[in-house]
């Protein structure tokens, strides 16, 4: 192991995983090391460059913390989360799609009851949100847990204002006997990724769109069924050809309608799959 050089540093290091007793670590490390070494040598990269990424790294690190996840922004722009969704949840046809989950959900959020409204004290037109958790086969799934959060009409999220914000556009509910739910909230805007850390740095730096389309999520589950990570896109939005992070999905637009009192109007059925265990 003396004298490694640019042809044998990468067995070198995969020789060195030969022992390591989780076969699925293994794995991910040796294909890591393959990639990251390929990358290295197909891009030439310099020390400086090197030393840049290392610096860029260290500072989505110094921008993580429990209520802001630079991490997750800087693998949503670079594609990986809407790459790993897709290929752990590649559903038949009429189970609703799931995309990212994004930096700002909370498990904690308030329980919404007695037509609490999820937007709480934040101004904006009024909104209702409605519709059915059901199964492929069309049954209701009564008691489903629907967590549903979005930006404010400033385009910001409770967590991105600050500690000790109260919580505002997030909360919690169950489903119906019939699987319906209801949510009262305000509309939502068109909003840019957070532009003031290292990864927004990055997106002015490839001059690449920081806007996503207005959206909704939503996470939905029930005993016996996978957990559902999706959003609600509002048809029409100039972003959903060029959402910064690639969430959009066809399934996944709908018509957000003003109905005659002013009022924005969304109607969208969830239908869960059944869990194989
Ligand atoms: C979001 O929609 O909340 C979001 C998703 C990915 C990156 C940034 C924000
Ligand atoms: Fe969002």
Redesign the pocket.
């Known amino acids: 192991l003396r004298n490694l050089n640019q042809d044998t540093i990468t067995q070198a290091v995969i020789a060195r995983l030969a022992g390591t007793p989780d076969a699925r670590l293994k794995e991910v490390m040796t294909n890591l090391v393959q990639h990251l070494h390929a990358f290295a040598r197909e891009t030439r990269l310099t020390e400086a460059e090197w030393q840049a990424g290392i610096e860029f790294l260290t500072a989505v690190g110094q921008h993580s913390d429990a209520d802001r996840q630079e991490f ?2 800087l693998s ?1 722009i670079l594609g990986l ?1 809407t790459l790993t969704v897709t290929q752990n949840h590649d559903k038949p046809a009429g189970l609703t799609e799931s995309t ?1 989950m ?3 959900y909370v498990a904690d959020a308030p329980q919404l009851s007695g037509g609490a409204k999820l937007s709480a004290d934040r101004p904006g037109q009024p909104c209702l949100v409605w519709g059915r958790v059901g199964a492929i086969d069309g049954a209701a799934i009564a008691g489903a847990t629907v967590e549903a959060w979005h ?1 404010d009409g400033d385009g910001l ?1 409770d967590i991105q204002q600050g500690q000790g914000e109260q919580r505002h556009c997030r909360g919690v509910l169950q489903t119906d006997a019939q699987g319906r739910y209801q949510i009262q909230t305000i509309v939502v805007p068109s909003y840019p ?2 532009a003031d850390g290292p990864v927004g740095q990055l997106l002015g730096a490839m001059a690449s769109q920081p806007w ?1 389309p207005a ?1 909704i ?1 939503f996470r939905v589950s029930a005993p016996g069924f996978e957990t559902l990570v999706t ?1 609600v896109y509002r048809e029409g939005d100039p972003y959903l050809d060029s959402d ?2 690639y ?1 959009v999905r066809e399934s996944l637009i709908v018509p957000w309608v003003e109905d005659t009192q002013g009022r924005c109007v969304i109607e969208f059925d969830f239908v869960l799959q059944r869990s194989l265990a």
């Open positions: 997750v922004l949503d989360s990212v994004g930096p700002f930006c999220y990724v957070t996503r959206h999520h959003h910064a992070v969430g």
